[in-house]
């Protein structure tokens, strides 16, 4: 792997697997706006990207990364980013089994394909690696940080735990050049869908609050909503993308959060700054918004719900290493998410 990567050698391609996703279709338009390099995405979906099949540097397979012959054609390219998961909460219950089969087995198969051809292997894993964080915990830190996760029974750390296992086994794989990414709660326009209507099952928490504010329903905060996240602007994560692009020598064998620090707050707090955005965005007054309802994660989501109560990413090593720190204020990407969604859903 060059040390850098030219983004305007036209000789490049990469490889984008999950490229009809939330993340994936802002990467991929990113990669098309800001690179002379040729794109091969696979997904099961494309609705996000229809704009883009047209392109002549877009190559678009509709297929399974379950598949073997998938695998092995996407690690033809010199550069593999992996987005393809299951990676609602939602499903994480009911699913436990697909999830693990999703988060491990399926980035197992493409890291051994990887390491066989020598491709540099970009693994999107999660903040949720860091398990069931106290309310009092401090900033999560890549390399030192300890991981307590919760009782097998409560199977919500089903997710957590296949894209744990994946991570300890990228960095046992001899001979593979891996980077590992851990997301905390990105957030921007495309996020998941809206139940009913392109999707079925509960979204994560922006497209949940923001369904129910176009659809005149309260607002539910699961557990008092007292969990608290730092919510992360999708084009942040796409320039931390580009960061690693251009440093891949560095990148390389190496974990990075990716999170804003600065815009902490409790799932209380948003629902609230969601509920002021949406009433300013349509010139309501805030008495004329949807409430606010407290429900049981239980009730809400189904036996074996757990949590998390506090997610702080240390963004010292991303600064340190790549140059890199997330700089989108919360009530930005509030504003830019919620007048797509009521652009596109709203009628
Ligand atoms: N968005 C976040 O805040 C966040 C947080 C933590 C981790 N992540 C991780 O980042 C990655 C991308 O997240 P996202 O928010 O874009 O999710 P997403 O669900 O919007 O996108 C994932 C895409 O992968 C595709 N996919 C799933 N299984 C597939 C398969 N077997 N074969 C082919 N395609 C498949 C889906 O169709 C979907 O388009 C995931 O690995 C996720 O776990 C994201």
Known sequence: MNATLRFDDSSITVALVGCGGFIGCHLLRALLERTQWRIFGVDLDSYRIQEFLSNSRFEFLSADLAEPAVVERIARYPVVVNLAAICTPGRYMAEAAEVIR????HPAALADACAQSGSWLIHFSTSEIY???AADSSALV????????GPVTASRWSY????LLTERYLTG??????????PFNFVGPYMDFMPGVDGEGIPRVLANFSTALVRGESLKLVNGGVAKRCFTSV???VDFVFCLFANANVAIGEAFNVGNAENELSIADLAQMMRLVYASI???SESDVPG???VSGEAYYGKGYDDSMRRLPSVEKALRLLGFKAIVPLKVSLEESLRWFIGHYEV
Do not use: F, P, Q
């Open 235 to 237: 084009h942040d994560a």
């Open 160 to 163: 957590a735990t296949a894209k």
């Open 142 to 149: 890549e390399d030192e940080s300890e991981i307590v996760l």
């Open 102 to 105: 999703s988060n491990y087995n």
């Open 282 to 284: 349509k010139g309501k």
């Open 131 to 133: 398990g069931k964080t």
């Open 292 to 294: 606010i309802e407290v």
């Open 173 to 182: 794989l001899a001979g593979l050049n891996w980077t590992v990414v851990r």
